[in-house]
């Protein structure tokens, strides 16, 4: 399948941008677009936030074999 010529070139874009961030800068946009991700998906299933969050974390399970450590709250 042939690559859009203006897709490529966004891509390039958005990669010479996020390789001239600082690591933390890099871990604030993948939280940043992690929100939104989240906001998206309450709007979308009409749920609140803990609801998608649990439902979220329940699909990234799906099909992996279960880890005590995976129960775990992250900070």
Do not use: F, N, W
């Not at 203006?6 to 600082?22: G, H, P, S, Y």
């Not at 939104?36 to 074999?65: F, I, P, Q, S, W």
């Amino acid at each position: 399948m042939a690559r859009s010529k203006v897709a490529e070139e966004l891509r390039q874009i958005d990669a010479a941008v996020i390789a001239a961030m600082t690591p933390a800068e890099r871990l604030e946009l993948a939280y940043e677009l992690g929100r939104r991700g989240g906001e998206m998906y309450m709007t979308a299933h009409h749920v609140d936030y803990e609801t998608a969050a649990r439902e979220l974390k329940r699909a990234g399970r799906a099909g992996r074999r279960y880890s005590r450590c995976m129960d775990e709250d992250l900070p």
